[in-house]
């Protein structure tokens, strides 16, 4: 039968990438998505300014919207002080098998929590189910019509404190128009706009930074 292209990513990693080496991980799906076949995976331009943005955060705790094959998981993994943690929502099964065994090549499951479902139905539990007060840094990366209903569901929830930090990936392509319109026009955000290009494309994209004033 057939295989998936997640499927083919991972085979790509357990090939090309040194168990235990997450930089090698993250290498490996950047080559692959380069040489063989286009995933909507960060990437490596954008994950530059992700990568900048968790150093400078240093999160404690980190919440991540749309696993996919676990690219970003993994780098921002890597990122994390001692005793940080990650807990990434994806929604397709199926994904989640693949980013479970990315992860696990990367050796990072310690720090990477995976959670399987719809963000609208974990995001009220993750208090409770998980022991988390609030997050240091949330990446958006889920569904773009989802990133809106979705910060207003985690600020309900007391998921955010002063100083907590929003990123949220493709904003321009394909675009989060009614997230952006709520995120630069809130007197309880400070946004700033980081002009990128689509993973592994000469189209614009880029990542919206905002801090959570509380
Ligand atoms: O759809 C994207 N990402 C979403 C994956 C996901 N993985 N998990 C979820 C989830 C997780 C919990 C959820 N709860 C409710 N919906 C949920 C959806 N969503 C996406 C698409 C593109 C893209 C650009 C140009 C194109 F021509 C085609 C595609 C680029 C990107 O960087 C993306 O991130
Ligand atoms: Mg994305």
Redesign the pocket.
């Known amino acids: 039968t057939q295989s998936t292209r997640p499927q083919r990513l991972l085979a790509a990693v357990q090939k090309n990438a040194t168990r235990g080496d997450p930089r090698s991980v993250v290498l490996a799906i950047d080559q692959f998505c380069r040489q063989k076949e286009w995933a909507?995976?960060?990437?490596d331009e954008?994950g530059c300014i992700l990568d900048s943005v968790v150093s400078e955060v240093n999160p404690g705790a980190v919440l991540e919207?749309?696993?996919?094959c676990g690219y970003s998981a993994v780098r921002i993994a890597c990122l994390l002080p001692p005793h940080g943690k990650i807990i990434t929502?994806?929604?397709?099964p199926d994904?989640a098998a693949i980013a479970r065994q990315v992860i696990a090549w990367a050796g990072l499951e310690e720090k990477i929590q995976l959670v399987v479902?719809?963000?609208?139905?974990?995001i009220p539990k993750i208090k409770e189910q998980f022991g988390v007060k609030t997050f240091d840094l949330v990446f958006l990366?889920?569904?773009?019509d989802?990133y809106l209903p979705?910060t207003k569901l985690m600020e309900e929830c007391g998921l955010l404190r002063e100083g907590s930090i929003l990123l949220a990936?493709?904003v321009i392509?394909?675009g989060t128009p009614d997230y952006l319109e709520y995120i630069r026009n809130s007197p309880r955000y400070k946004s700033q706009y980081f002009k990128s290009h689509?993973?592994y494309t000469k189209?614009e994209?880029g990542l919206e930074k905002s801090v959570f004033l509380g």
Do not use: I, Q
């Open positions: 909507m995976n960060v990437g954008k919207l749309g696993t996919y929502l994806e929604f397709n994904n479902g719809a963000s609208g139905d974990w990366d889920h569904w773009k989802r979705d990936d493709n392509c394909p689509l993973e189209v994209d």
